[in-house]
């Protein structure tokens, strides 16, 4: 083996076909693979987000030796309080190496810092397409620029027609691209009834190394790892595949928006940890459920409602975050700046909905897309918290964050923080959309229903008081122009009771 040359494996990165590794086969490259306590620190990491990580990278390391790789692996231990790129630098020097391929990153300051400490050392470096996405950047870009305004609806409508998934020769499977209006169905209300549960992993002796030295190193990060059971492995991705696919999508698409207290997990997949580890490729997941589709076991409306967040929605958010960085980390169109509420980092919160959905999001490091978006991103969004606050929380809280998926997500889907780049319109509601999407108002002492007074809901209040701060944007777009009308119906005396409830929501944002 030329000890000249190596493969770099970034902790997202984790699969055999990676393009790097492909282009260099056992034998005639090093693999080099670092863990950082630098990156974990960055933001104040939810243990289970930074185990996951470390335990799939171990297990990788794994699989690479036994594929015949020569694997250097810095350690956290080894790696110190330096950075990735810092200790990339010395293990590039004493191993001699004068040439490093990597598949490109999935964070934009990372592949800058690369690349700034490669033309520093004089190291050839070579950053190949990641052939895990189904869109390149240069194809996203391309696609972009035949538009104004960016739309996913369009861009998945591409992505149909290019891949053939859900076709029937050049028309949509069933006459319709789309089946989100079948996907928007409350639980009944006697409740969800029974879920089959997901696929859930006991950790083996590896895993069960990495969650002690988690507890040990990182006790003051916020979360549990008592719950831990993610898959950390190839075939325990593909084993979750499998019990989605067959005993979970049949009910998926129609419940995909419900919420239901103790019910933290729904129907939903939870294949975005393993696919954004990528310990699962995009390709046969969405060939899985589109052949179940064909094969009668899981109707139209659920296949095409998951297809659409993995060929449409998850590959969109990648183009749109590479087109838009680094700016979108900057953006706050809506001029938003309060501090987070203390609760946001223990879910003590007298509003049953935030509170059930935060303490999910520390137990186990996941909430679904409602709850992250309808839930704690429309409070975010209504309350005037700082965007760059927010998306730290959101990166920093969730197993399955990546920036490339959660600051398009964050900082463009839930807080409008970019002047609706690729949004029509600000995704609000009041706490009517909460209670019909769950019962998370039964046992809350606000009422949804009030805008003003002690009981007033706060999501409620602080609705209404958006459509009043907002009202000439609102007015100014026929997709708002209804909410604009609504606030103009509003009597003088109501606007300004409405105001000094506003101002005391926000003045006691820590005891709500
Ligand atoms: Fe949330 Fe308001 Fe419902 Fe309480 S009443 S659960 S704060 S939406």
Redesign the pocket.
């Known amino acids: 083996m030329s000890s000249t040359r190596a493969v770099l494996v970034l902790g997202d990165q984790l699969d055999l076909s990676n393009p790097a590794l492909q282009a260099n086969p056992p034998g005639s490259a090093a693999v080099l693979m670092i863990e950082s306590l630098q990156e974990s620190k960055l933001v104040w990491v939810h243990k289970a987000r930074i185990a996951v990580f470390l335990a799939a990278m171990r297990h990788f390391a794994q699989a690479l030796r036994e594929a015949g790789y020569t694997v250097h692996y810095s350690a956290l231990a080894d790696s110190g309080q330096r950075s990735l790129v810092e200790v990339l630098q010395d293990q590039c020097e004493q191993l001699g190496i004068a040439s490093l391929d990597m598949a490109e990153p999935g964070e934009w300051r990372l592949e800058q810092d690369i690349t700034t400490m490669a033309r520093k050392q004089s190291l050839k470096l070579r950053m190949l397409d990641d052939g895990h996405y189904l869109c390149t950047r240069a194809e996203f870009a391309t696609w972009a620029s035949k538009y104004k305004q960016l739309r996913m609806e369009y861009f998945y409508r591409e992505m149909r027609k290019r891949t053939g998934v859900l076709m029937e020769g050049e028309q949509p499977a069933g006459g319709q691209w789309n089946y989100d209006a079948d996907n928007r169905s409350a639980y009944p209300k006697a409740g969800p009834g029974s879920i089959s549960p997901p696929a859930a992993f006991e950790p083996d002796k590896l895993t069960l190394q990495v969650l002690d030295e988690v507890r040990q190193r990182f006790a003051d990060h916020p979360g549990e790892l008592d719950d831990f059971c993610w898959p950390v492995t190839r075939e325990q991705a593909l084993h979750a595949l499998e019990v989605f696919v067959t005993t979970r999508l049949p009910n998926f698409g129609k419940y995909q928006d419900a919420m239901w207290t103790k019910t933290p997990f729904g129907w939903h997949s939870l294949l975005s940890v393993a696919l954004n580890l990528h310990l699962l490729n995009p390709r046969e997941v969405i060939e899985r459920a589109e052949q179940a589709c064909k094969e009668g076991q899981v109707d139209l409306p659920s296949a095409e409602g998951f297809i659409r967040q993995v060929l449409g929605w998850r590959e969109f958010m990648r183009g749109v975050y590479w087109l838009d960085m680094p700016g979108m980390r900057q953006g706050n169109a809506l001029q938003a700046q309060l501090d987070l509420p203390k609760w946001f980092w223990t879910g003590h919160t007298h ?4 509170g059930d959905s935060i303490g999910q999001t520390l137990q186990y490091g996941y909430a679904h897309h409602i709850q992250r978006l309808m839930v704690i991103g429309n409070f975010a969004l209504l309350a005037g918290l700082s965007p760059q606050q927010v998306e730290d929380w959101f990166l920093a809280v969730y197993v399955d964050a990546v920036e490339w998926v959660e600051l398009p997500n964050v900082a463009g889907m839930a807080l409008f923080a970019n002047g609706g780049r690729f949004t029509s319109k600000p995704y609000i509601s009041s ?1 009517a959309y ?2 019909r999407m769950s019962n ?2 039964d046992n ?1 002492r ?3 229903s009030l805008k003003t007074g002690d009981k007033a ?4 209040t602080l609705y209404w008081g958006f459509l009043d701060r907002r009202e000439a944007m609102l007015s100014a777009n026929p997709r708002t122009g209804l909410m604009a009308k609504n606030i103009a119906r509003l009597s003088d005396d109501e606007r300004q009771k409405l105001r000094q409830q506003c101002e005391l929501t926000l003045k006691k944002l820590d005891t709500l």
């Open positions: 509003m049953r909905c935030l706490g909460i209670k998370y108002c809350c606000y009422n949804p809901c706060p999501f409620t």
